[in-house]
């Protein structure tokens, strides 16, 4: 497809479960990114990927999340033990380049509810 | 870090009224702001940047102002219209960093 693809659109899961989100980015781009967006408040910073290694990963919230990108495109969103604090919104975002010189172009994101 | 704080939270216009926004910033080697649109249920999706080395920046109905001495930059929207309803998102880039600090995000309603 032409725009940053994510899976599944929505997930509703058990406290203490493990949960994975799918990013699929426009093709070529480098760059590929992780936030979170919790109800009515700005996205925030999880992980930053350029090619397959993870650039910056000062957002991840502690070690129960982690992310991978083993052939520098898709991406993947592991949440271990499940929380009903992690309930969000998780935006995949990709660009050509570094963030600083290109523009980001966001998914339409996965909505994870933790019951 | 940055620290990124946006406002109003809400704002109501009649069409073809002015929207402005405001955002402050508290990194001053921040260099780069960019404004995001988000649509319920979709991604944010950028409408216009400004880069430090720029007071200034316009396309068509919207433009940003940047005043790099106070930290703080605004996006301004004219002639509103029914479309623009959406939530606003201002962002911040520190130098040097790969990462966007968010605003919390301005929910613009124009009505007809």
């Known amino acids: 497809g032409a725009g940053v693809s994510q899976t599944p659109s929505n997930k509703v899961t058990e406290k203490g479960k493990y949960v994975e989100l799918r990013c699929d980015p426009i093709?070529?781009?480098?760059?590929l990114y992780w936030y979170r967006q919790s109800l009515g408040q700005g996205p925030e910073f999880l992980i930053y990927?350029?090619?397959?290694?993870?650039?910056?990963d000062s957002g991840l919230p502690n070690d129960r999340f982690f992310a991978v990108r083993p052939e520098g495109s898709v991406s993947t969103l592991k949440i271990q033990r499940t929380e009903r604090g992690d309930s969000a919104v998780y935006l995949c975002a990709s660009s050509s380049t570094s963030g600083y010189t290109g523009e980001l172009f966001f998914g339409e994101g996965s909505r994870l509810t933790v019951l | 870090g940055e620290n990124v704080e946006q406002h109003p939270s809400t704002l109501s216009v009649q069409e073809g009224d002015s929207a402005v926004i405001k955002c402050t910033y508290s990194?001053?080697?921040?260099?780069?702001f960019p404004w995001y649109k988000q649509e319920l249920g979709k991604g944010p999706q950028l409408i216009i940047d400004?880069?430090?080395?720029?007071g200034e920046k316009k396309d068509q109905r919207i433009a940003v102002t940047l005043n790099k001495t106070a930290k703080h930059f605004s996006l301004h929207i004219t002639e509103t219209q029914p479309e623009d309803s959406a939530v606003y998102f201002c962002?911040?880039?520190?130098?040097?960093?790969?990462?966007?600090?968010f605003g919390t995000g301005t929910r613009l309603q124009v009505f007809p």
């Open positions: 400004i880069r430090s080395n720029v």
């Open positions: 990194d001053s080697a921040s260099n780069y």
């Open positions: 093709s070529g781009h480098t760059a």
């Open positions: 990927f350029q090619g397959t290694g993870a650039a910056d």
């Open positions: 962002a911040a880039l520190g130098y040097n960093t790969d990462k966007l600090i």
